[in-house]
């Protein structure tokens, strides 16, 4: 017992070292504090819609077009309401739900399929390599926007076609820097010990080369989580995304863009949570690659400084 428990001890100290080390670096970086904290509401208020603690979002024509900053109204009116009544800050919550899930769904597809697809035709090559690089080519050939419209015209609106459309034409990037790092750790030494104590093939992908291409692969996931909600917001705008009932921060903007001269407010802050939110996003993914890359770890130290 004596032994089992000091061995746990270093473990748990360095986890606690690592933590504190992390809340430091971010601590020295006060956009990506701001980032955080944005984030940190956003995700606070789709928990609490999720637990029905905002009320319903009921229609009420006395209070259609309602202007915000009216605080005498209930708290879910003080962002005003839309042209059916309907208060705007319960809308823009029930929306950030449906965008950044998409968002995130859509990533995560996407960063798993291609990180694989990536790591097996850099470190196997030949014919399967040269197949999942040509594919990747056709598909960068045309714009993204391009083939999500086209892919969403041909088989309908609805948010696992939105998804699909949006991971495929996303992988490509996982696939060419997954490959990329592989090609490069592959040469290492490391890998050839493994390789000479008889490790096999799924074994060195999975102990040595995965663990080595991540932390690239999670920088641009985090980058890319940004760029696939303004692709959501931009898709639902043009009515081919997300369709009502349902909501979006992109389809609000569009139900809005016919009021911009009586109620602007209805397009004014779902654009504005989606520039935040992206925005946040961004920072982050640059906070994020600061910390795992350890040339980079000066800019932490002169910015505490």
Known sequence: MTSTSADVLPARERRSRRILWFMRALAGDPMAVAATIWLLIVVLAILADASSLLGENR???KARN??????GQSWTLWLGADALGRPLLVRLIQAASTTIGIALVTVLTSLIGGTLLGVIAGYFGGIIGNLVMRVCDIILGFPTLLVALFGLYLFG???????????????PAYIRVARAETLEVRERLFVDAARVFGGGPVWILRNHILPS????MLTLASVNLAMVMLF??????????IQPPAVSWGLMVAQGQGYLSSAWWLGFFPGLAVMLTTMSFNLLANWFRIVNDPSQHWRLVSRRR
Request: charged share 10%; aromatic share 8%.
């Open 59 to 61: 229609i009420s024509l």
């Open 66 to 71: 309602l202007p915000p900053f009216d605080f």
């Open 157 to 171: 609106p609805s948010v696992g076609n939105l998804i699909i459309v949006l991971a495929v034409t996303r992988m």
């Open 213 to 216: 291409v991540a932390p690239t």
């Open 232 to 241: 959501e917001s931009g898709l639902s705008y043009l009515g081919l995304g």
